[in-house]
């Protein structure tokens, strides 16, 4: 990947805190829509430390990240479905939805 396609990302976690599942790039940007940058957590596990389910957690962090230039722009580096490198243990329809 030469200088100017690389993701700002690439520096934080890319596997879970808590069970260690691998963080996809719009995973790291929902944890830094929160905040998190030390340590950063699936859905799984947000969901558990929120009470909420998964998928809830997935659809109200990227109405966030969506709202935000900065987080934008990391998120749009998968531009499609077949970017997703978790398209069975994830929520792609979800996360690649308009809206």
Excluded: H, I
């Excluded at 996809?24 to 596990?45: A, H, I, P, Y």
């Excluded at 957690?57 to 987080?71: E, P, S």
């Amino acid at each position: 990947m030469d200088e100017q396609n690389k993701s700002a990302l690439e520096e934080l976690p890319s596997f879970c805190s808590n069970c260690k599942q691998a963080l996809c790039l719009r995973k790291q940007v929902m944890n830094l829509s929160l905040g998190n940058t030390d340590e950063m957590f699936c859905l799984q596990c947000l969901g558990e430390e929120n009470g909420k389910e998964p998928v809830d957690v997935l659809l109200n962090l990227k109405g966030y990240a969506l709202k935000r230039d900065c987080f934008l722009k990391e998120w749009r580096r998968y531009s499609t479905v077949a970017d997703c490198p978790d398209r069975e243990g994830c929520f792609p329809a979800q996360c690649f939805s308009d809206g």
